[in-house]
Each structure stands twice: as structure tokens, then as C-alpha cells.
């Protein structure tokens, strides 16, 4: 029986932003979801918080009859996991793997920086949050995320909800919440945005499993995918 496994995106996202790991996944073992989380895809929700994330999630899963799937977050995505977790624990299984994860509240300037997404033109804050957290020298590389990240930008509902959606993204944390799920933090080695020091200090907490990808930063689902992938499957098997 193939296993579910669910990718949240992080802020700024969309479905596109963890298709590189999630194609390395053998589709005769594994079922992939991708959701387009809010402001993307044409969604939308009410209020911006920790229980509406959660909620789209768990009404995902009811909605695609899902089995206990996996729920693998990356950054915003990994707060969200974590919600779902609190919120839902029946509905997800008993693994949840946290990537880039945002263990603590990310520091002043992007705390900052991140909700002024939905008000200043998207190029610019792309520009500027993606050299500050891609860390590999591979100019077309980093092009190439700069392209993805843009289109991504065009896919949202409105600047309000970014904004909003902005906002929380940057004053929640994976600490927020109440987990008892066996998890796994998986980080770039050179994170810039989530220090290693916050990450083992929860993962402490919620005594799970840490692994540093080498010569990542917060982008690693674009950066270094393969071992990403590799990094996770580890895990669930």
C-alpha cells in the first residue's frame, strides 16, 4: 500500500515550490500531494492564523480521503504542519518532517520584512529575501529560483492576504505548539534565517532527529533537492 506524503510550501509559494523533492519520491510507493496553501492557488481564508492553516489541511485530507498521509512543511509550511499536528493529530501520521523549519520567531528584520511582501512589488522583496537565504555560488541557479519565486508571486489572491499571510508566517514558530509525533527537523547547513542553535533546542523539546543538508541554506528544496529528498526518505522508511 502506497503512503501518503503531503508537501507544504512555505510563504510566498506555491504547489511549484517543492516539486523538485517531491519528484525524486518513487510514485509506485508513495501518493504526492501538493496543495496550493493561501494566498496561492485562488484560495483564501478569513483569518490568517495557526487554526485556519490547519484547518485547510485537515479539510484537505477529508476531501481527498487521504489515509493518515505524512505531513512534510517547509518553512511557513513546517509551522503549518505543526499546527495540523496540534490540532489534528488522528488525521496525520505518526512521523512529520519539518523542513528549513522556522523553530523560533525569525529575527527583527524579517519579522519586518516578510509581511511587507503583499504591499511592495514582488520582484524586489523576491530579490532581496532569496540572496539573503540562498547560499549556494550557482548564478543560474539562483536565477532560476528568482524565476520560480516570481511566477509564484503571480499566483496569489490578493496583496491583503499576502500581507497577512506575511505576518503570520513571521510571529509563529514550530515551538508555538503541543507535537507528540516522532519528527524530524531537517535544515541547511547554513541557514541564515533559523539558526542551528534555535533548531536543537526544539527539536530537543520534541525529542526529534535532526539532519543538516551541506551547502544549503533556508531554500534547500531548491538548492540542494536530491539530497533533501534523500534526507527524508531516510526517515519515513
Known sequence: MRQNLIFIHGFRGNSNGLKAVASCFDPKKYNIYTPDLPPAGGHSLKTYDAASYANFIANFIKKNNLKRPILIGHSMGSIIAAATAEKYPELIADKIVFLAPISKKPAFFFACLTPLCGILPNKLITYITTRYMFIPKDKDLFKKVLQISNKCGADYTA???????????????????????????????????????????????????????????????YENPSKTAAAILDYIN
Open 159 to 221: 496583496k491583503h492576504d499576502v500581507f497577512r499571510s506575511g505576518w503570520f508566517s513571521s510571529h509563529a514558530a514550530i515551538s508555538d505548539f503541543d507535537i507528540h509525533k516522532d519528527a524530524i527537523f531537517i535544515s541547511g547547513e547554513n541557514d541564515r534565517l533559523i539558526p542551528k542553535s534555535a533548531t536543537e533546542i526544539v527539536a530537543r523539546k520534541f525529542h526529534a532527529k535532526t539532519v543538516y543538508v551541506d551547502g544549503t541554506g533556508h531554500l534547500l528544496n
